[in-house]
T-cell receptor, first 116, second 115 residues
């Protein structure tokens, strides 16, 4: 079955530290890839997405992600985190041409806490 | 933010009572989704709709039903609420048919407590 794995469940960083959150998926075909962020008590917001073209995608608030097809990965990065980045981060994959491309497959999320 | 509202935003109910949650969109998108979010489980798809009167089950559909009589409204009903349905419920819409990118946008959520 198709799945998305986020290896880090909880991450604690100090302000100005660099961030990398892992996301791997299991599907051999073409995919659309997403990262969403959920700030405490709020709904999910789109951080960035990849559909085609440059595998290095830039999103809002200084985040970026790199699609590495050979590794089935779409890791999220930020060079210097801020306290306001404290949130839960979700990776999601849409397996195109899989017959179920109306649905996203979600990772379980990574909780990021940034200490001031 | 996409034009999605959910009502009610908070609800406390008792076991065995019926509950209906409403999702309303102003974007005129065909695809709408209901998810529940629970600690340790992430987001789980309950039901989705790909048009008026066209719905399908997600991975955790037992105990839930949906209806879509208008493009803008997608209703989620718990026929007889149980404590295991205590959760935060999110509605989402997809821009699949307009942009081809199938990006989902989320509503503010409904926090449901079943006593």
């Amino acid at each position: 079955a198709q799945s998305v794995s986020q290896h880090n469940h909880h991450v604690i960083l100090s302000e100005a530290a660099s961030l990398e959150l892992g996301c791997n998926y299991s599907y051999g075909g073409t995919v659309n890839l997403f990262w969403y962020v959920q700030y405490p008590g709020q709904h999910l917001q789109l951080l960035l997405k990849y559909f085609s073209g440059d595998p290095l995608v830039k999103g809002i608030k200084g985040f970026e992600a790199e699609f590495i097809k050979s590794k089935f990965s779409f890791n999220l990065r930020k060079p210097s985190v801020q306290w306001s980045d404290t949130a839960e981060y979700f990776c999601a994959v849409n397996p195109r041409n899989a017959g179920n491309n109306r649905k996203l497959i979600w990772g379980l999320g990574t909780s990021l806490a940034v200490n001031p | 933010d996409a034009g999605i509202t959910q009502s009610p935003r908070h609800k406390v109910t008792e076991t065995g009572t019926p509950v209906t949650l409403r999702c309303h969109q102003t974007e005129n998108h065909r695809y709408m989704y209901w998810y529940r979010q629970d600690p340790g489980h992430g987001l789980r798809l309950i039901h989705y709709s790909y048009g008026v009167k066209d719905t399908d089950k997600g991975e955790v559909s037992d105990g839930y039903s949906v209806s879509r009589s208008k493009t803008e409204d997608f209703l989620l009903t718990l026929e007889s609420a149980t404590s295991s349905q205590t959760s935060v419920y999110f509605c989402a819409i997809s821009d699949k048919e307009t942009s081809g990118t199938d990006t989902q946008y989320f509503g503010p959520g409904t926090r449901l407590t079943v006593l």
